[in-house]
């Protein structure tokens, strides 16, 4: 296994086919080595709620004999500044570069959740809550989803359509945009375009006018604006909502019922269906598509501990 530095995008994983298949000697037993983490500790760091991440890292760290702390920070811990050079005379009490050199002399490895703040665009797209940590931590970072990525999620996504992927040809993976009721974040949609690129796929990116997301993650992939005509011949369908990157934020009306069903998956190979969770069921997906045996969503959360094994296994 090749040492990495930290953990925030596809190009932190210095080969992944390799890795991939290192995640699946990793299921084979996730408890064989249960001493890796022998005195070592981690800080899990969440600005933002999570199920899955928080859960999934863990036990991880408990399969690995890792001890871990977990910060829940603007809870747990004094409100952050995020500023250089802010004069401190407001609500927050802690510069976050105080706070990234002093976790690292608790812990050897900090994981970080930090969503955008949907506040300013320029400011989410430079990531710098995460960049920070990078450069104040003197321990490796790993992201647990930031305003532009969530590398663990791509990452597991990439293993799971590698278990269901067994045919000699390419596969058609199609990523859909899906309604949902508010503005949420690209980071998700960003990371899986970035990682699939990665793999031998034919990827198609399809979502309504308006909710382009940044050229830099979909430059490379087929873009179209016809969900049925994306979803012909699919192998797999990544559902996922994201609000208007040109317009930030912004949720401009949509017309046409987006929701995937199973009689607009007709159209598709027998596709599997991936969503990285929490879903909106009856929103984004009906119930029939998530219920159904194609449904690949369980599977997703629960391959969430094997890539989490081996970010940590490689970092530290
Ligand atoms: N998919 C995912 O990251 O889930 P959580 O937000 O619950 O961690």
Known sequence: MAKIQKFTCVNDVPNLQQALQECLEIKENTLATP??????????????????TRISMQKACQNLGLNFIIINAGQDAWTWELHDGAVMDGITVEHIKDAAKVLSEYCDVIALRC????????????????????EHASVPIISLESATRHPLQ????????????KEERKPKIVLTWAPHIKSIAHSVSNSFCEWVKEIDADVVVTHPEGYNLPTEFTDGLEIVHDQQEALKDADFVYVKNWSSYSDYGATPEVKEDWMLTLDKLKATNNAKIMHCLPVRR????SDEVLDSENSLIYQQAGNRLITAQWVLKNIL
């Open 35 to 52: 001493d890796f983490g022998k005195n070592k500790t981690v800080g899990l760091v969440f600005l933002n709620p999570s199920l899955r």
């Open 115 to 134: 969503f955008p703040a949907f506040k300013d665009k320029e400011e989410d797209a430079q990531d710098k809550v995460l960049k920070q940590f990078i």
């Open 154 to 165: 791509s990452f597991t996504d990439m293993l799971t359509i590698k278990e269901n992927w």
């Open 282 to 285: 009856n929103v984004e997906i």
